[in-house]
């Protein structure tokens, strides 16, 4: 009975205080808790997943943020408010991804806004709250139909090859020469052609390289674009460059024959080109010297002769394609000779200082030898500047003997004539007349 009586008289009496007792320990309870773990906010940046929205686009149209960013890799920065130990726990463990699932799906088609549902994990679904209205977020997003373009390939080529090489622009093939770019109609028009650039450095041979291509637009700003939105239809290109060898060679023409009778070759051959630069690989040219012409013959050339030889077409029959003009705006060579017929003219030669050979030394102190006449003519066959250059040059001769001296001076004498080039040939010369004095009588 005592301790039933003392029981009840516990719960009965003094009432009051005791609730007032229980409520201040709560109390001091929730403080203490509140002061070592408190509630706290923080700000995490999650990934959104992208559902429902292929359901809701045809095939023809994109969707894409207002403020430019890829909806295929959006994140999201959510508030999450929670216990501190909590947030600690998250952010240490990095479970906001999996604390919090965030959605994005169609919410308002005509007024372009997308609605963000954010779920939480069950295992902490009464341990934290997401501050906002219906645990919903929304955003600005633009709707807009799918394009194709083709658009050009260009290349560059930067640097130099070794030197005494050459590479040719026309022989530079690149592949693909065009490219297909799809993705948001807006997106694709500003693309204008695609660029690839090669850098040479002293090379010699061919060279074949696969390179990234750049995009641009009209304007030349390289545009910057993520591949989940736009599609190329190849985003690396070939590049094959030909490299050959550069060789300046000389070019000659042979003369052969002799020119036609009475006719004088002029030894004036004329090249319109004496050196040409060619191309091709190191083994094709390192036995060419020198680019012969077709040879040519003087035996029926009579006055001035032109011609021209086809550079390409002797290369092309003597090497294939193998071999090559480097400047193409050459092609033909033109060459000039000619041959001038000899004349025959008559010159008038004096004989005031003819010469008398064959005497002795001092025959001159006992004899007066002259000619009878002043002068005399001399047929010359021979070009007219040949001639001419004789006449200037000429000399005349007689020669005696001492026999004439005893005997006396009798009919004519041939006269010798010096001094005509080889070209000129001496076709008639006429005999001299002398006369002779005695100029002491012991001559007499």
Known sequence: MKIKERLRRFFTENLSLKLGAVVLAFIFWITFITIEDPVSTDSYRIGVQVEHLQEYLDKENYIELKNGNDIS??????????????????????????????????????????????????SYADKIEIPSILNTSYLEVIKEGKATKTIPLYKTVNGEVAEGYIY??????????????????????????????????GEKDIVYKKLEISFYKQDGTKIEFSRDLINTSVSVASINVPIYRLKTVPVRMRVTGTAPDNYVYMNDLTLSLTEVAIYGKDAELEGID???????????????????????????????????????????????????????????????????????????????????????????????????????NIKVSVAL????LREGIHGGYTLVVQGVPSEVSIQEVPLIYLTMEALTETAG
């Open 73 to 122: 890799k959006l994140t999201l920065s959510v508030t999450i408010r929670a216990r501190l130990s909590v947030l600690k726990e998250i952010k240490e463990k990095d479970l906001a991804a999996s604390v919090i699932k965030a959605t994005v799906d169609v919410y308002d088609e005509d007024g372009g806004i997308l609605k963000v549902r954010y779920d939480i994990d069950k």
């Open 168 to 201: 040719l622009e026309k022989e530079i093939d690149i592949s693909p020469e065009y490219i297909d770019i799809s993705g948001p109609e807006s997106k694709v028009n500003e693309f204008s052609h695609g660029q690839m650039n090669l850098i040479l450095d």
């Open 290 to 392: 020198a680019i012969d012409l077709p040879e040519l013959s003087l035996n029926e050339i009579r006055g001035t002769y032109t011609g021209t030889v086809s550079l390409t077409q002797l290369l092309t029959e003597k090497y294939g394609d193998q071999v090559k003009l480097y400047d193409e705006t050459i092609d033909n060579i033109d060459f000039t000779l000619s041959t001038q017929e000899k004349e025959q003219q008559r010159i008038t030669v004096s004989l005031k200082d003819l010469e008398i050979t064959g005497l002795p030394a001092d025959w001159d102190k006992q004899w007066k030898i002259e000619p009878r006449e002043s002068e005399v003519e001399i047929l010359l066959n021979g070009l007219k500047e040949d001639i001419e250059e004789a006449q200037k």
């Open 401 to 404: 003997t001492e026999s004439d």
